[in-house]
């Protein structure tokens, strides 16, 4: 006998599979990644560069902000002409308006975010406080 860890999400997704093979699933939002904006988020020295993958995306269609200590973006990716959904033989691109957010450290500039698109990748860099950084203390 073989145990399996039981999904309680797992018709759902099977189902989804099944119709998306079609071309007329539908996106519940269970499966990971699945219109999320994928993110790599790194620390060099001083600063933080959050990269994030939105191809096909105008720039005008992209929103960066910042509330609070929650950095957000937005994106909304529009067909140039939209066609009822029986005459799709396969439709794997996605289209619509998706987001994600993260909440960043206390000691990160907020003031000075510099964010730029090139070629289907979102960086955003953001400079660390100067008096929010570590402070190294030799031990005698």
């Known amino acids: 006998m073989v145990l399996t860890r039981w ?3 797992f018709e759902i997704r099977r189902s989804n599979r099944l119709a998306r093979r079609g071309g007329t699933g539908l996106n519940y939002g269970f499966e990971q990644n699945e219109w999320s904006i ?13 990269t994030a993958n939105i191809p096909g995306v105008d720039p005008e269609n992209i929103d960066v902000t910042i509330e609070g200590e929650v950095l957000s973006i937005k994106a909304d990716i529009k067909t140039e ?3 009822e959904a029986s005459d799709y033989l396969v439709r794997e691109r996605r289209t619509g308006s998706f987001s994600r957010s993260l909440r960043l450290s206390e000691n990160v500039d907020t003031e000075n975010v510099e964010p730029r ?9 953001l400079p660390m406080l100067e008096s929010k950084k570590a402070k190294h203390f030799k031990v005698a």
């Open 7 to 9: 999904d309680p999400l």
């Open 38 to 50: 994928p993110l790599d988020i790194v620390r060099d020295g001083d600063l933080v560069t959050v």
């Open 81 to 83: 002409e939209q066609r």
């Open 117 to 125: 698109y090139e070629s289907g990748v979102l960086t955003i860099t």
